[in-house]
């Protein structure tokens, strides 16, 4: 029974944080609301309700007493492909994007005058994509893919002093994949899923360098994953393992109050994707290599500026701009994965309700880059063309300290 609940329980998160990717390959940057509205610019530094947990621990000791957030994005790509002298008979597959929602819930906690404790639950990984067509031109690449992660985040804030502050997560994240394509016998398919559970940290600084000014600097570590699953056809089924490594992330980050009305944030991260250059899976029976995906991802670097207005005492308006490079090169863009560089624009607001807490609203329109393809499946088939791709991005966020 209490194996059957520690699978049944992520299970039933897992539902609910499937998200279509939205930063660059399927890393997910919406772990609130409050920060959509300017792109995330300021991420590591803003540290004004509770999500900071996620971003940088330290901002933890900007929140004295006990604080919670929670909210959802809405997260909306569109993946529609062109076909440009594929070989191979077939569709253009239709839209393979959609709606997924991403939830986060976080609480905070001053247990003494400098020290905080902190818990956070979100989803940092996902992917979704799926082709409408079975008989679509890239169906030996591609038919479905699906990544999704869920992150319980316990964590320790601490004041050194009025000017520095530190902060150290530790990460339980649970994976689920799946991945599927079309065999050459029209009848059939191949399928490889998988699931596994990993340990990492996240660790944070926070300077305050005057009462108008922060910096935050933060690193989130690595995910390695031992997934084990099945890999099948309409014939048979396989036991399968596969090794993934997850990458690692460093921000930096500044805020500044400007003026009475005004604050500015920018924002600098960097992903070590390279951590993701195969998935080869193995047969747990005989040790057999079975299949292999290719991604060849290289790092990536994200940057984002952002602003506020305070309209009125209850009301602050909200937008940014960033630019997110992808890890993939022209050679090794995957139907699974068809992303390209892509740049946010980015509105949202802040009601601020008193006692009652702050709502916040933000929504990201992302242009894509349209990105280009030249994959050969392992039958032989050439997908060859380019894909229309943006997505929409909206999110509703509730605060409240006490």
Known sequence: MNKMMLRTVPALLLLAFAGGASAAAFQLWEQ???????????????????????????????????????????VGPSYKFQNSGS???????????????????????????NWFVGF????????ATEYDDSNWIGRYQSLK???????????????VNDKVSLGLGINYQ???????????????????????????????????????MRVGVSYRSTMDYTLEGNASTALSSTPIRADVKLPD??????????????????????TRW????????????????????????????????????????ALKVKFGI?????????????ARVPDNDRVWFSLGGQWNAGAAGKFDLGYTYLYVKDPNINQTSRVGTTLRGTYDDSAHILGLQYSAGF
């Open 322 to 334: 960033a630019y997110d490079r992808t890890p993939v090169s022209d050679s090794d863009r995957s």
């Open 145 to 159: 893919s699906e990544v999704k992660t869920v992150n319980y985040n316990p964590s320790l804030g601490y004041r």
């Open 120 to 127: 956070g639950i979100s989803a940092p990984f996902g992917l």
């Open 274 to 313: 390279n951590s993701l250059k195969s998935l080869n899976v193995y047969s747990r029976n005989s040790g057999a290599l079975v299949s292999t995906e290719n991604f060849n991802y290289d790092n990536a670097w994200r940057f984002a500026w952002g602003a506020a207005y305070k309209a009125t005492d």
């Open 174 to 212: 649970t994976i689920d994949a799946e991945l599927t394509s079309a065999l050459p016998d029209a009848r059939s398919y191949s399928r490889l899923k998988g699931d596994d559970a990993a340990w990492g940290w996240n660790a944070g600084a926070l300077f305050t360098l005057s009462p108008a």
């Open 249 to 270: 992330t460093f921000i930096l980050s500044v805020w500044q109050q400007v003026s009475d009305r005004w604050e500015a944030m920018g924002d600098l991260s960097y």
């Open 32 to 74: 609130n609301a409050s920060g959509l509205g300017n792109a995330y610019a300021g991420s590591a530094a803003v540290a004004d309700n509770a999500s900071t947990i996620f971003f940088n621990p330290a901002g933890m000791t900007q929140l004295p007493g006990l604080h919670l957030s929670a909210g959802v994005a809405g």
């Open 87 to 113: 070989t191979g008979t077939g569709g253009n597959g239709g839209d393979a994007g959609g709606w997924a929602a991403v939830p986060n819930a976080y609480f905070s906690a001053q247990l003494a005058p």
